[in-house]
Nanobody, 113 residues
Framework: QVQLVESGGGLVQPGGSLSLSCAAS????????MAWYRQAPGKQRELVAR?????TSYYVDSVKGRFTISRDNNSVYLLMTSLKPEDTAVYYC?????????WGQGTQVTVSS
């Protein structure tokens, strides 16, 4: 089973940018769906963006035009621009490999002046 480790979170001012990385313990070429989720305090975990093995991507409306998801053979990335305070959350990487779903441990993103 693949293991996932996120990195790149931190504190950024509104309007700033951050780039998150999710490193897998092995090749993810055969994992069709990789995704980023986030969970804000007191809220449910929600999908942010997902990308297939053929690099077809999907974004929730709240991040369209601001976030970009990408992948290579062993990592998934999330470039976040024009960040807003409401983007503050723990961001998680997820791999859907058939019936097996794997989560990373999460990385904190805080958008505040």
């Amino acid at each position: 089973q693949v293991q996932l480790v996120e990195s790149g979170g931190g504190l950024v001012q509104p309007g700033g940018s951050l780039s998150l990385s999710c490193a897998a313990s092995r090749s993810i070429d055969n994992i069709n769906l990789m995704a980023w989720y986030r969970q804000a305090p007191g809220k449910q975990r929600e999908l942010v963006a997902r990308i297939t093995s053929s690099s077809t991507s999907y974004y929730v409306d709240s991040v369209k035009g601001r976030f970009t998801i990408s992948r290579d053979n062993n990592s998934v990335y999330l470039l976040m621009t024009s960040l807003k305070p409401e983007d503050t959350a723990v961001y998680y990487c997820r791999a859907d490999n058939g019936p097996v779903v794997t989560w990373g441990q999460g990385t904190q993103v805080t958008v505040s002046s």
